[in-house]
């Protein structure tokens, strides 16, 4: 049996033990520390140790990384060259207050000409350029890479680019280029640093010139006027007509166009020669389509409308006089028939001018003269309903120039001779010019802020 005494003392212990365990149960309580976003460990809620979640940090899993969607060397002349990349930041919550870029420019024989290391910043959702501008470089640069890396990023789920218009854009084609615009802000606070970059293309995917301005502040409602300009003429001629462009090329491949001498190239390959010149004179959005014909137009037709035009050259490349229409007819009613039935396609752009050109070396005698004409003549006059201009192009003294000049072509201006099949790359030239008088560049402003000043 346990004595009394032992009993005190064994509740004494247990009482001190139970005051020590409040104390420490209350410290714990009060004054512990609680769960922070510097604490090194991943609790209250966090996507990763110290970041997403109620943190503020940028775990690196939320964020996709920047994108190069291209990068060149622009000559300005005399060996100095516009070091620019096209930049995407696709995140439409994180901005990245500081973006390290890295240039790599190599030469024919790839050797590395130039390197450049630099910073900017990216808005979120933004596209922007990276210009290095005015460098020296040695040699003709053939390639040119970028390298992205982003230190750190910062979460804006609310915050939006501030809003800023640019408009009244005009470009002067002096001796010395010249781009002006206005910048009008909308934001409800002043602006700080607004940095315009400007883009001369000669297609959609092709700069040829890039310029930057710095508006050191603005504030709200107020417009200001900027300006780009270059040190010499833009070397490449503008490739954009005014009016976008579906081409139907219609091609005679008849018998007639293999009736040359033995020691010379035929009809057909001067002709297939001159109509691949013509297509590198149209714009990269220019869609176009082939058809020969012969005894019958091609069906399925040799390509149908695209703007790819490769693969129209391989098509053009791959026509020949087939044995059987060596002793056949011309049948160009059947190709106008075939174009009308193209441009009704939902490949023709409804914003596009509707274009013709049917290159022939004879008659149309499908099933005779007579009838072929008939049957020709009924087929342009719906085309012209349908709002299709046709050219017509007559080869050799074989074709009946009247009929081509009066009643395929829409207009008497229309209708070219082509005495030898030389001349044919001349015409189309002229036929090139002649559905796009003006051609014009494209230009494209960028508005960038770093931040804001309320």
């Not at 003429?233 to 166009?257: H, N, W, Y």
């Not at 349908?386 to 081509?404: D, H, K, R």
Request: glycine fraction near 6%; include cysteine.
């Amino acid at each position: 049996m346990v004595s009394w005494r032992l009993e005190r003392q064994a509740m004494y212990v247990l009482g001190v033990v139970a005051f020590i365990a409040t104390l420490l149960f209350f410290y714990l309580l009060f004054s512990a520390p609680a769960p922070s976003c510097i604490d090194e460990k991943q609790n209250q809620g966090e996507l990763g140790v110290d970041c997403g979640g109620s943190c503020s940090a940028v775990c690196r899993s939320e964020v996709a990384e920047m994108i190069p969607l291209w990068a060149q060397a622009l000559p300005l002349g005399g060996g100095f060259y516009d070091l620019v990349a096209f930049v995407e930041n696709p995140n439409p919550y994180f901005s990245a207050p500081r973006v390290e870029y890295h240039f790599e420019v190599f030469d024919v024989e790839n050797h590395l000409l130039l390197e450049r290391r630099g910073t900017t910043f990216a808005r979120q959702n933004e596209r922007f350029l990276i210009l290095e501008a005015r460098l020296p470089i040695s040699s003709p640069p053939r390639q040119v890479f970028v390298e992205l890396s982003v230190p750190g990023w910062e979460r804006h789920p609310n915050r939006e680019q501030p809003p800023l218009t640019v408009k009244n854009e005009q470009l002067t084609l002096d001796f010395k280029p010249r781009l002006s615009a206005s910048i009008v802000s909308d934001a409800l606070f002043d602006l700080q640093d607004v940095v315009a970059q400007a883009v001369i293309y000669t297609s959609e995917d092709n700069a040829i010139a890039v310029s930057e301005t710095v508006v050191s502040s603005l504030r709200p409602g107020e417009t200001r006027d900027i300006f780009f300009t270059w040190p010499e003429p833009f070397k490449e001629a503008p490739q954009i007509c005014t009016t976008p462009l579906d081409v139907v090329l219609l091609f005679d491949r008849s018998g007639s166009m293999n009736d040359d001498t033995a020691n010379l190239p035929q009809p057909i390959t001067d002709a297939k020669e001159a109509a691949t010149n013509f297509i590198d004179q149209l714009g990269s959005n220019d869609g176009v389509s082939l058809i020969s014909f012969g005894t019958n137009a091609t069906y399925p037709i040799d390509q149908t409308l695209t703007t790819d035009h490769d693969r129209v050259r391989n098509a053009i490349s791959s026509i020949a006089v087939t044995p059987e229409e060596e002793s056949g007819f011309t049948n160009i009613g059947d190709a106008l028939m075939r174009t009308r039935e193209e441009f009704k396609s939902s490949r023709h752009n409804l914003k596009s001018k509707k274009v013709s050109i049917l290159l022939t070396d004879g008659r149309a005698t499908f099933p005779n003269t007579l009838e072929g004409e008939k049957a020709a003549a009924l087929e342009a006059e719906n085309s012209r309903a349908e709002n299709i201009e046709f050219f017509a192009i007559g080869l050799s003294g074989g074709v009946n120039e009247p009929f081509l000049k009066t009643v395929i072509a829409s207009k008497p201006e229309n209708y070219y001779h082509s005495v030898t099949t030389e001349e044919l790359s001349g015409i189309y030239t002229k036929v090139a010019r002649s559905i796009c008088p003006e051609k014009t560049y494209l230009t494209k402003i960028f508005i960038r802020v770093s931040d804001v000043i309320h």
